[in-house]
């Protein structure tokens, strides 16, 4: 109820429907956890851009909240015949 509540009043604030609103956090959320994803040491990514060290900065405060998930890979089995 809390969080309803608050995202119908950011998107009177906004004047933008609930939903809309939804999608937007879910896409920063998205976006910064996307960001601050650890690396692999010369991995060769370019710096981030002014938008990026903004949005991690301003975003930093979710970083407790945000869980790692386990990453599947799709790599293929090979099996020899005997």
């Known amino acids: 109820m809390k969080k309803i509540k608050a995202v119908e009043e950011i998107g009177q604030k906004l004047q933008m429907t609930p939903v809309a609103i939804n999608k937007k956090l879910t896409s920063l959320r998205t ?9 692999p040491s010369g ?6 851009t002014p ?3 903004w949005l991690v ?3 930093e405060f979710i970083r407790q909240h945000v869980k790692k998930r386990l990453s ?3 790599s293929l089995c090979t099996s020899t015949l005997l």
């Open 31 to 39: 976006e910064y956890s996307r960001l601050v994803k650890r690396l």
């Open 43 to 48: 991995s060769g990514i370019e710096a981030r």
């Open 51 to 53: 938008h990026q060290k």
């Open 57 to 59: 900065e301003k975003l």
């Open 72 to 74: 599947t890979t799709t």
